[in-house]
């Protein structure tokens, strides 16, 4: 286990070095001088100069680019050139609502997801099996942000149980927060769920024909005690997998959503650091979600190990 965890930590390492090159060269060579930018189409060349060195613009991006990674390292994020204000603390802030909002939009999708799927693989081809992969198909086919929009309309405009936009904070209780956070979750899990669903349907079918599983049925348990002694275990990998893609998607991907119902969270960060050619900021709460999603890969492989033991010899 230790030796399989080593070559896992290993990929993270050379994972995360090539992502921030990538990364930096991506951003940098995007058209627009932030500098200009900020002072307009009338600044004195002089004045543009002077503000670059400010910024710390006029020096070569190989140096910009090791000066940055050095400053993560040391958990130096860097200074935002609109609101000259530290990244990190604008991280901080934004995080404790992106980073709730993705782990009750998952919890939503693992909690609908595992029964739907269980339920059907149950009884494959029969009317429950056709009404859940049906629903699991329109749950795919609907965009997010029309959905989230049908939400406001609903349970906001018309039935008046929560808002239509914004987040309360957390200082006002837990109970309030989640309840802000309460439809974009629903908006972000209806599709992730459906996914889930697919997948652990088809997971269990796969097991269900092993021979492993014949041999608990001909031992004389029930095809519903064989499933649950026996299959559910071995059809988590590709579950997993889906999981761990699902959590990186709705912590990175959620910009829509966030746009949506106005929340202050990292995806409207980036967005409006785009706008304004915040480059230090989008380059650094980039690195930040692609770090999460390489974390999380990295415990899912871990995960891969506990669930099947044999995992642990093959590399």
Do not use: C
């Not at 200009?36 to 710390?56: C, F, I, K, W």
């Not at 958990?75 to 000259?84: I, N, P, V």
């Not at 009404?131 to 749950?139: E, H, P």
């Not at 949506?260 to 230090?280: E, H, M």
Request: net charge positive.
């Amino acid at each position: 286990m230790l030796r399989y965890s080593l070559k896992r930590l290993f990929s993270l390492m050379i994972s995360l070095a090539v992502a921030s090159l990538v990364i930096f060269s991506v951003v940098e060579i995007a058209p627009g001088d932030p500098a200009s930018y900020m002072l307009g189409v009338n600044a004195q060349p002089d004045t543009v100069a002077a503000l670059r060195a400010e910024l710390g613009l006029d020096v070569s991006r190989p140096e910009r680019y090791l000066s940055w990674v050095a400053g993560m390292l040391q958990g130096d994020f860097g200074t935002s050139y609109t609101y000259r204000t530290p990244v990190a603390e604008m991280v901080k802030d934004r995080l404790w609502v992106s980073l709730p909002l993705a782990l009750y939009a998952l919890t939503l999708s693992t909690l609908i997801a595992f029964p739907a799927g269980i339920f059907a693989a149950s009884r494959r081809g029969k009317t429950g099996d056709v009404v859940v992969m049906g629903s699991t198909q329109l749950g795919i086919a609907i965009p997010n942000f029309w959905f989230a929009m049908i939400l406001v309309l609903i349970f906001a405009i018309n039935l008046r149980w929560f808002s239509a936009g914004g987040f309360v904070g957390w200082e006002n209780g837990i109970w309030a927060g989640l309840h802000s956070l309460t439809l974009p979750a629903i908006a972000l899990a209806l599709p992730q769920a459906s996914i889930l669903a697919r997948v652990m349907r088809s997971s269990l079918l796969d097991i269900l024909g092993e021979d492993f599983m014949r041999t608990a049925r001909a031992k004389g348990l029930t095809r519903k005690q064989a499933l649950w002694r026996h299959g559910l275990r071995n059809a988590l990998i590709p579950v997993l997998t889906i999981i761990g893609l699902q959590f990186s998607f709705l912590l990175a991907g959620s910009i829509i959503i966030e746009q949506v119902f106005y929340l202050p969270g990292l995806g409207r960060l980036v967005f409006q650091a785009i706008s304004a050619r915040d480059l230090i900021v989008v380059e650094s709460v980039v690195m930040l979600l692609v770090f999460a999603v390489i974390v999380v890969n990295f415990v899912v492989d871990l995960a891969y190990a506990v669930v099947d033991p044999r995992l642990r010899t093959r590399t």
